[in-house]
T-cell receptor
Framework: GAGVSQSPSNKVTEKGKDVELRCDPI?????LYWYRQSLGQGLEFLIY????????KSGLPSDRFSAERTGGSVSTLTIQRTQQEDSAVYLC???????????FGPGTRLLVL | AQSVTQLDSQVPVFEEAPVELRCNYS??????LFWYVQYPNQGLQLLLK??????LVESINGFEAEFNKSQTSFHLRKPSVHISDTAEYFC??????????FGTGTRLQVFP
């Protein structure tokens, strides 16, 4: 079956521009997560959606970052006024329910010039 | 707050040798523990996990990890590695909040 998909696979943008990253989770998975993988920082949790509950935004690094999940399925991570330090691979994962295996997408590699 | 420590950033080893990748965690609550693997140019994949029950868990490709509560460790081991095991390995911990807290990763390089 289809896994987690993310688009675009690569994104190059100029400092100060806004970017939107998309995640399509595995069908039927109620939990969706965003992580960031950057050199020297490892993998960092950003935000977590579970069903209709309020998202856990505790990992978002600044108010330039936001995410939404429409209809309990597709999610969009938005970074406003991008900075060079935002350059990283942004990973999305989904799981069928709490405390279960998270399945990761291939990531979006973001480069801010 | 939870944290995960992977002390070894790189582990070079020859093919067919045994390997241990170390992982220690800190948490004040019950935890669930995971090892994820990232092969070159591929996404993260679950290797094995401990949720409850037997403290020794195994993967289908010969890796095993043992949950040691007293030492707060979840070291990953394989008795004989293969070239194809070359990858980056991430240890992660989760509590009831579900988000994964990852270690910084260990790059396993297997040489012929």
């Amino acid at each position: 079956g289809a896994g987690v998909s993310q688009s675009p696979s690569n994104k190059v943008t100029e400092k100060g521009k806004d970017v939107e990253l998309r995640c399509d989770p595995i069908s039927g998975h109620t939990a969706l997560y965003w992580y960031r993988q950057s050199l020297g920082q490892g993998l960092e949790f950003l935000i977590y959606f579970q069903g209709n509950s309020a998202p856990d935004k505790s990992g978002l690094p600044s108010d330039r970052f936001s995410a939404e999940r429409t209809g309990g399925s597709v999610s969009t991570l938005t970074i406003q006024r991008t900075q060079q330090e935002d350059s990283a691979v942004y990973l999305c994962a989904s799981s069928i329910q709490r405390v279960e295996t998270q399945y990761f997408g291939p990531g979006t590699r973001l480069l801010v010039l | 707050a939870q944290s995960v420590t992977q002390l070894d950033s790189q582990v070079p080893v020859f093919e067919e040798a045994p390997v241990e990748l170390r992982c220690n965690y800190s948490s004040s609550v019950s935890v669930y523990l995971f090892w994820y693997v990232q092969y070159p140019n591929q996404g993260l994949q679950l290797l094995l996990k401990y949720l409850s029950g037997s403290t020794l868990v195994e993967s289908i490709n010969g890796f095993e990890a043992e949950f040691n509560k007293s030492q707060t460790s979840f070291h990953l081991r394989k008795p004989s590695v293969h070239i194809s095991d070359t990858a980056e390995y991430f240890c992660a911990v989760s509590d009831n909040t579900d988000k994964l807290i990852f270690g910084t990763g260990t790059r396993l390089q297997v040489f012929p």
